[in-house]
């Protein structure tokens, strides 16, 4: 069992930028990709950025390049998601994921085994 807990949402202005925290326990060890998501009201889940354990290689949404940095902390047991020029369309619930197996690299929803509750972002125009 993996447990995530996400913190760090909150409202900021566009431009602005915010850093959301996962952090795990549990048997993180065991994990192959941690990945964030995150969901608008109405629409579906989707893939935003993902760090993979064993090399720290990243990948990220088109939608987020150049503006989010996916990190982590091993002493911490925790990952980081820095969020830079945030825009009103990055509103939305954000969910930190770990996935077991290697799909996960690749921010399939369904290949995550474990999700955190879900913090808001908040943008404003």
């Known amino acids: 069992q993996v447990q995530l807990v996400e913190s760090g949402g909150g409202l900021v202005q566009a431009g602005g930028s915010l850093r959301l925290s996962c952090a795990a326990s549990?048997?993180?060890?065991?994990?192959?990709?941690t990945g964030w998501f995150r969901q608008a009201p109405g629409k579906e889940r989707e893939f935003v950025a993902a760090?993979?354990?064993?090399?720290?290689?990243?990948r990220y949404a088109d939608s987020v390049k150049g503006r989010f940095t996916i990190s982590r902390d091993n002493a911490k047991n925790t990952v980081y998601l820095q969020m830079n020029s945030l825009k009103p369309e990055d509103t939305a619930v954000y969910y930190c994921?770990?996935?077991?197996?290697?799909?996960?690299?690749?921010?399939?929803?369904?290949?995550?085994?474990?999700w955190g509750q879900g913090t808001q972002v908040t943008v404003s125009s």
């Open positions: 549990g048997r993180t060890f065991s994990a192959y990709a």
């Open positions: 994921a770990a996935g077991l197996r290697g799909g996960s690299w690749f921010g399939l929803v369904g290949e995550y085994d474990y």
């Open positions: 760090i993979r354990w064993y090399d720290y290689s990243t």
